[in-house]
């Protein structure tokens, strides 16, 4: 296993344990890669920065129930874009 992937894991972990500080460390690290990625998706700049916004809002509240990962960044692109294709 990579060391990214262990970094994911325990970040991860963190957030899940409700870590704002973890949360804030996702926020940050993923921010401008699920824009940019967002916007391959859909043309509406708006639309994808409410979906991005609602994204980490249930992050948060469902954070207990969300299953691990050793790829946050692959794991938000899917919930986002399934998120845009509900639009």
């Not at 967002?38 to 700049?45: A, E, I, Q, V, Y």
């Not at 991005?52 to 899917?78: C, P």
Request: aromatic share 12%.
């Amino acid at each position: 296993m990579d060391g990214r992937s262990d970094q994911d894991k325990l970040l991860w972990l963190q957030f899940k344990n409700g870590s704002k500080e973890a949360f804030a460390a996702i926020y940050e690290g993923c921010i401008d890669a699920l824009i940019a990625y967002g916007c391959k998706l859909c043309p509406h700049r708006d639309i994808l920065q409410d979906q991005v916004h609602e994204l980490f809002v249930e992050l948060w509240h469902s954070r207990n129930n969300i299953a691990a990962t050793d790829n946050i960044k692959f794991y938000l692109f899917k919930a986002l874009r399934y998120k845009l294709i509900r639009v």
